[in-house]
C-alpha cells in the first residue's frame, strides 16, 4: 500500500516548524490549519478476495462521492461534482449485467442511517449509459449510476471490513483512515484495470477546529511507502499552470522536510470566491418545477484561460427518475425559446427520458443534462447590475401514493462552470500529480479543455420538492383505496345501467328497427 | 340577404379564418417563445424528417400514429430556404385545415341532400358547429390531426347515406388503421344497411333461416371485404414497412399503456392506485365491459336503424364517456356529427334543457380543470377528493346528455333520405 497525504495551506495561513516534526519513525503535524488531501493506493493482492473477483470483471470502476454541505474548492483540488454518489463502471464484457457489481456497491454503501436503501439492489437495469462526446464514437460503453447519499458511515465499516484486515498496527492505522472519511467533503476510488490498482482517496476543505493534529507513522512493510507534502498553491505563469511550493517527506525515509517548488498545467481551476451560483426552483413548483441559475453578473467575465482557447458558460444537472427534462423541448434550436431561458443550447444528455412513465415503471436511476448557458453581452454586463438567470424547465413524475399526499423529491444542486476549450482536439493537457478526471462532464468536452468552476452560494446543496401524489390519508377519513374502487365501480355501474334502461324503453315503445315509415313519406311530399 | 343565404360566402369565411390563424400562428411561432403550434405537430414533422431520411417514424419517442400520417407531412421535411421552409413546415397543417373544410361540405351536402334541410339552416348549424367554431379551426391550424378523423368519419357517413358500400368500406378500414375507434360505427352501419335499405320490400314472418340469409345483402357483405381489406392490407404494408415498433405504438401502446396521469376519465383515480399497485379487487379490467356492451351492441342494436347519424353520435358519446382515458382531443370526436342531430334535438326544442345540459357540461368541466390546475400548477394533492369526484361529476354529467340522445335517436323519423340523385 501506498499512501500519499497532502495539505493545502492558504497564502494567508501562518506556519511554524513545530508544526510539523519528522522522526527516523514518525511524522507529526500538530494544529495545522490547511486543507487535506488523504490518497491511498492499494495493489490487488491487499484486497479481500470479493472485492478483487468484482474487480477483475471490470475494466474500471470510478466513484465519486460529494458531500451535500458546501465547501471550498482549494488548488490544486478545484474539481467539483453534484452532491451524493456517482459511480462510473466499464465491464469487460460489454454485454455483461451490471447486476452484480449493482448489488455490491448496494452493500458497500449500503443504507444510510434513513433507513433508505440503495435503489441499486432493486433494479438490474438501474445504471444509464454515460453521455459521451457524439464525436467518439469509439469511447468503451460505461455505466454510469448516481444516488443521494448524505452520509458514508455504512462505506467506512465496509472498508474497515474489506481492506483493513485482521487487528495489526497496519490495520489500526487503515481503520483510522477509515473513520477521517465521515467528515470528508470529497471520497474518490478509482480502479483502473491496466494497472491494477485501487485508488481511494478523500479531501477535506477544512480541518477540524483548531487545525489538523495527526501521527503519521512508517510503514512496517518494505513495500510499503508513505508521502507527506505541506504545499501552498498559487497560479502558475502560464494561463493554464498550477504553481505549488512547500515541503516534502516520505516518513521514515527523509531526516527532514525538503523544500520544493514545481508547476504544472491544471485541467480544473478555481474562480475567485465572487464567482458564485444559486440554484432554485420558483414557487409554487407544481407538476413542472422550473430550475433557476442565479448568477451575479460580476462573476459572468470570462476567466484567465489560456488565449487560444474558447470558453463558454455550462451547467450539468445530475437528476434522480423522479424528475426528468423533455429532451424535445429543452434540445430545441429555437433561439426564442433558448433566449427566454438564458439558455444557449443542451449540449448533451443520458439517462432516462421517457415523457410519460411513472416513476415506479423507470428503471434507471435517473439522467444527466449538460447544458450551454447563454452569458449576457458585454454592453449588458457593464450597463446592468442585476443578476443573470438561467432557467430549466423539468416535469416531475407520477410518485407512489402516499399517507400525506405528498412525496420528497431531492435534486442535487448541478455544478456551474467556465469550459475552455482549445481548437487542437488531440493534445491533451500534461501531467499533473492531482488530476481529476471522470466526473461525468469532462469526458463531454475535447482533452485539452480547461474547467473555471463558479462557486455553489449555499450551506446545503440538495433541493427539496414536495410532489404531490394521491392521498391515502393515512388510514383516515373516507377517501380510502378502497372506498375509491368501490366508488369508481358503483357510479360507472349506475351510469351503464341507465343508458341501458333508456335504450330499454325506446326498444319497449318503437323496436329495433326503424320509425314509422308513413311520416318519411309525409317528409317526402312536403319537400314535393 | 344574410351570409347563411351562399355555400361559397360560409365556405369563404371558413377558409378565411383558417388562413388567418395559419400565417397568425407562423407569426407567433417565429416571434414568441409560447409556441402556437401544438406539441404534437413537432412530433408529427420530427417524424416525417426520420422518414425522410429513410429512417423509421418511431424513432421519435410518443409517435402513436400510422406511418401514413408521416407519410402525409413528408412535405414538412424539405430542406430550402426560409421563406419556403416556414411554407413546407406548414405544409401538414394545411392539409388539416383542408380536411375540416372538406368534412364541413360533406356535412353540408348530407344535411341537404340526404336530411331535405334548406340549404340556409344547413350552412347555419355545420357554421355554428364546425366550419366557423374557432375551436375546430384553432386545433387543425395548430397541427393536431384530429381534424383528418373528422373528415374520414364525415366521409363515411356520406359514402353510407349515398349508399357507397365499396367506398363506405374503404374509408372504414382507413379510419380504424388511422384511430382505431371508429370500428364502433361499423357495427352501426352494418345493421343499419338492411334489405329494405336497399330497395327490397318489407318482409313479415320469415323463419330463422330465412332471416339470416335476408341479413347477408350485397352491400353489407360489400362493406365488410371492403373496410377488412383496407384494414388489413394498410397495416399488412406498414408492418413490413416498420415491423413490431408499428404495432407496438399504434395498437399494442393502447393495451399496455403505464401513463395514467390525471385526465377526465372516471378510472383515472383508479387506475392510479392499481398501476401503483395498491388496489385488490381489479374492477378496472372488466372497465371494457361496460364500454362495448354499450359501444357495438346495445346502442347500434336500439338507434342505428332509426337514426344512423345519431346512433353513431350516441356511441361516440358513450366510448368517450366510458374511456380508460379521456382528454379534450376526444371531445372533438362526436363534434362533427352534432349537426345531425341537433336540429332535431330536444336540446335545440326546449332551449331550458339545453341550457342545463350545455352549462353543466361546462361546469363538470371547469370543476375539474381548477381541480387539475391545484394539482398541476399549484402542486397541491387534489386526487382526491378533488380530481375523483370532479371526474366522477362529469361522467354523471355526461351520462345525462347520453340518455337525453338516447331517447332522441328514439324518437327519430326515419329522416335519412334517399339521395334522389342515386
Redesign the interface.
Known amino acids: 500500500m501506498k499512501r500519499r497525504i497532502t495539505y493545502i495551506q492558504r497564502s494567508d495561513a501562518g506556519f511554524d516548524p513545530e508544526q510539523a516534526v519528522v522522526t527516523p519513525k514518525s511524522l507529526t503535524i500538530r494544529n495545522l490549519v490547511a486543507a487535506r488531501e488523504d490518497r491511498l493506493t492499494f495493489e490487488l493482492n491487499d484486497l479481500s478476495s470479493e472485492l478483487r473477483d468484482l474487480l477483475h470483471k471490470s475494466k474500471d470502476v470510478h466513484v465519486r462521492w460529494a458531500t451535500e454541505e458546501s465547501f471550498d474548492a482549494v488548488p490544486p483540488f478545484a474539481s467539483r461534482v453534484s452532491p451524493g454518489l456517482h459511480v462510473l463502471h466499464t465491464p469487460l464484457d460489454a454485454d455483461q449485467s451490471s447486476e452484480t457489481f449493482c448489488s455490491w456497491l448496494g452493500a458497500a454503501f449500503g443504507r444510510n442511517e434513513n433507513e433508505e436503501a440503495l435503489d441499486c439492489s432493486q433494479h438490474e437495469n438501474t445504471f444509464i449509459e454515460s453521455p459521451h462526446r457524439t464525436t467518439d464514437s469509439h469511447a468503451a460503453t460505461s455505466l454510469q449510476y448516481h444516488t443521494q447519499l448524505p452520509s458514508l458511515k455504512p462505506f467506512i465499516s465496509n472498508i474497515k471490513r474489506a481492506i483493513c484486515g485482521p487487528h495489526t498496527t497496519e490495520s489500526a492505522q487503515c481503520i483510522a483512515v477509515a473513520d477521517s472519511l465521515s467528515t470528508a467533503d470529497v471520497v474518490d476510488v478509482d480502479y483502473d484495470g491496466t494497472s491494477n490498482t485501487l485508488v481511494l482517496s478523500g479531501f477535506w476543505a477544512n480541518g477540524p477546529t483548531g487545525g489538523w493534529s495527526e501521527e503519521i507513522h512508517k510503514p512496517t512493510q518494505k513495500s510499503d511507502k508513505v508521502e507527506f507534502g505541506l504545499l501552498g498553491a498559487e497560479p502558475g505563469i502560464g494561463a493554464d499552470e498550477v504553481k505549488v511550493g512547500g515541503l516534502l517527506a516520505v516518513v521514515g525515509e527523509d531526516k527532514k522536510l525538503k523544500p520544493t517548488m514545481f508547476s504544472f498545467p491544471s485541467r480544473h481551476h478555481v474562480l475567485p470566491q465572487s464567482a458564485s451560483y444559486a440554484i432554485s426552483f420558483s414557487e409554487p413548483t407544481g407538476l413542472h418545477p422550473t430550475m433557476s441559475i442565479t448568477i451575479p453578473r460580476s462573476s459572468l467575465n470570462r476567466p484567465s484561460a489560456p488565449d487560444d482557447t474558447t470558453c463558454s458558460l455550462h451547467t450539468y444537472l445530475t437528476l434522480p427518475s423522479s424528475i426528468f427534462g423533455d429532451q424535445y423541448q429543452l434540445g430545441t434550436s429555437d433561439s426564442l425559446f433558448l433566449q427566454s431561458h438564458n439558455l444557449a443550447g443542451l449540449r448533451a444528455h443520458s439517462g432516462e427520458t421517457d415523457l410519460e412513465a411513472p416513476d415506479w415503471a423507470v428503471k434507471g436511476w435517473g439522467s444527466n443534462w449538460l447544458f450551454e448557458l447563454a452569458t449576457p453581452t458585454d454592453d449588458d454586463l457593464a450597463s446592468q447590475s442585476s443578476n443573470w438567470t438561467s432557467t430549466i424547465p423539468l416535469h416531475l413524475r407520477y410518485l407512489h401514493p402516499s399517507d400525506t399526499g405528498y412525496r420528497p423529491v431531492h435534486v442535487p444542486w448541478p455544478v456551474v462552470f467556465w469550459a475552455c476549450s482549445s481548437e487542437y482536439e488531440e493534445e491533451s493537457i500534461g501531467i499533473n500529480p492531482f488530476d481529476r478526471t471522470h466526473l461525468g462532464y469532462d469526458s463531454l468536452f475535447s482533452p485539452r479543455t480547461f474547467f473555471y468552476q463558479l462557486h455553489p452560494q449555499s450551506e446545503h446543496l440538495v433541493e427539496k420538492l414536495d410532489a404531490p401524489v394521491l392521498n391515502l390519508g393515512d388510514g383516515q377519513g373516507f377517501f380510502q383505496t378502497h372506498n375509491i374502487e368501490l366508488g369508481t365501480s358503483i357510479v360507472i355501474s349506475l351510469g351503464f345501467f341507465w343508458v341501458l334502461w333508456q335504450l330499454a324503453r325506446v326498444a319497449w315503445s318503437s323496436g329495433l328497427g326503424a320509425n314509422n315509415t308513413a311520416q318519411q313519406v309525409e317528409v317526402h311530399d312536403k319537400k314535393d | 340577404m344574410g351570409i347563411f343565404d351562399s355555400a361559397p360566402r360560409v365556405f369563404f369565411v371558413a377558409t378565411t379564418l383558417r388562413l388567418v390563424l395559419l400565417v397568425y400562428g407562423s407569426w407567433q411561432d ?4 409560447v ?1 402556437y403550434t401544438d406539441i404534437d405537430y ?2 408529427f414533422t ?1 417524424a416525417a424528417r426520420y422518414v425522410s431520411k429513410g429512417q423509421t417514424p418511431y424513432a421519435r ?2 409517435y402513436r400514429y400510422t406511418p401514413l400520417l408521416a407519410w402525409m407531412l413528408l412535405p414538412t421535411a424539405w430542406e430550402s430556404s426560409v421563406l419556403w421552409s416556414s411554407l413546407t413546415f406548414a405544409f401538414g397543417k394545411i392539409l388539416f385545415a383542408l380536411a375540416d373544410v372538406l368534412a364541413g361540405w360533406l356535412v353540408v351536402q348530407l344535411l341537404t341532400r340526404c336530411y ?1 334541410f334548406p340549404s340556409e339552416r344547413a350552412l347555419r348549424y355545420v357554421a355554428a358547429v364546425w366550419l366557423w367554431n374557432p375551436m375546430v379551426a384553432n386545433i387543425s391550424t395548430r397541427g393536431s390531426s384530429e381534424g383528418l378523423l373528422g373528415v374520414l368519419v364525415a366521409g363515411l357517413l356520406w359514402a353510407t347515406l349515398t349508399k357507397r358500400a365499396t367506398l363506405a368500406g374503404l374509408i372504414l378500414g382507413l379510419a380504424v388503421h388511422f384511430k382505431i375507434y371508429p370500428f364502433i360505427y361499423g357495427v352501426s352501419i352494418l345493421w343499419w344497411w338492411d334489405a ?1 335499405r336497399d330497395g327490397a320490400a318489407p318482409a313479415t314472418n320469415l323463419d330463422v333461416v330465412s332471416r339470416v340469409l335476408r341479413f347477408i345483402t350485397p352491400s353489407r357483405v360489400k362493406l365488410t371485404l371492403s373496410a377488412l381489406a383496407t384494414f388489413i392490407i394498410l397495416n399488412f404494408i406498414m408492418y413490413t414497412q416498420y415491423g413490431v415498433p408499428f404495432l407496438q405504438h399504434t395498437f399494442l401502446h393502447h393495451v399496455t399503456r ?4 390525471h385526465n377526465f376519465s ?2 383515472a ?2 387506475l ?2 392499481v ?7 381489479h ?1 378496472e379490467t372488466l ?1 371494457f365491459l ?1 364500454q362495448l ?2 359501444v357495438v351492441v ?2 347500434p ?3 342505428a ?2 337514426n344512423l347519424a345519431t346512433s353513431m353520435l350516441a356511441q361516440t358519446f ?1 366510448f368517450v ?2 374511456n380508460k382515458v379521456c382528454t379534450s382531443q376526444y371531445f372533438l370526436w362526436y363534434l362533427i356529427l352534432l349537426p345531425f342531430y341537433l336540429p332535431s334535438s330536444e336540446l335545440i326544442r326546449k332551449p331550458t334543457l339545453g341550457l342545463t345540459a350545455a352549462a353543466l357540461w361546462v361546469i363538470g368541466q371547469a370543476l375539474w380543470l381548477q381541480q387539475g390546475y391545484y ?11 378533488g380530481l ?1 369526484l370532479a371526474s ?1 361529476f362529469f ?2 354529467v355526461n ?1 345525462w346528455i ?2 337525453i340522445i ?2 332522441d ?7 335519412e ?1 334517399q339521395d334522389k340523385t342515386e
Open positions: 417565429a416571434n414568441s417563445a409556441k413537432m412530433v420530427d419517442d410518443t331535405r329494405e403505464i401513463d395514467h396521469r372516471p378510472y383515480t383508479l392510479y392506485l398501476a401503483a399497485g395498491n388496489t385488490e379487487f374492477f372497465a361496460p356492451l354499450l346495445a346502442l342494436l336500439v338507434l336503424k332509426k358513450a364517456t366510458f394539482l398541476e400548477f399549484l402542486g397541491l394533492s387534489s386526487f382526491v377528493p375523483f366522477l361522467f354523471a351520462i347520453l340518455g338516447v331517447r335517436g328514439g324518437e327519430s323519423l326515419n329522416t333520405i
